[in-house]
């Protein structure tokens, strides 16, 4: 079992960039695939971003791509998202989680993930 939290966020003005961390708890963490998912008001929980268990690969929904990067460190059980240019439709609260069963062909659905953080609000203003 995983414990997450996340951290990072705030209030930005448009254009602006955040950096979301993720800290994981255990000795496991280089075995899960982490993802970052985000939830606006209304709205069901959307993928964002995820990064397989070496760091080697990512993955990124359309609407971030070239905006957003995420990275992990497995020696320090942390995973980041770095978040440029942000607009007002990125408000949202980010949620980072973990999967041991998500791969490079099936990591969207939040069902991949079975560990979650607490989440943490990022507010654009325009």
């Known amino acids: 079992q995983v414990q997450l939290v996340e951290s990072g966020g705030g209030l930005v003005q448009a254009g602006g960039s955040l950096r979301l961390s993720c800290a994981a708890s255990g000795r496991t963490f280089s075995q899960y695939v982490m993802g970052w998912f985000r939830q606006a008001p209304g709205k069901e929980r959307e993928f964002v971003a995820t990064v397989m268990r070496s760091g080697d690969m990512t993955y990124y929904a359309d609407s971030v791509k070239g905006r957003f990067t995420t990275s992990r460190d497995n020696a320090k059980n942390t995973v980041y998202l770095q978040m440029n240019n942000l607009q007002a439709e990125d408000t949202a609260v980010y949620y980072c989680?973990?999967?041991?069963?998500?791969?490079?062909?099936?990591?969207?659905?939040?069902?991949?993930?079975?560990?979650w953080g607490q989440g943490t609000q990022v507010t654009v203003s325009s």
């Open positions: 989680a973990a999967s041991r069963i998500a791969s490079s062909w099936n990591y969207i659905a939040p069902s991949q993930y079975a560990y």
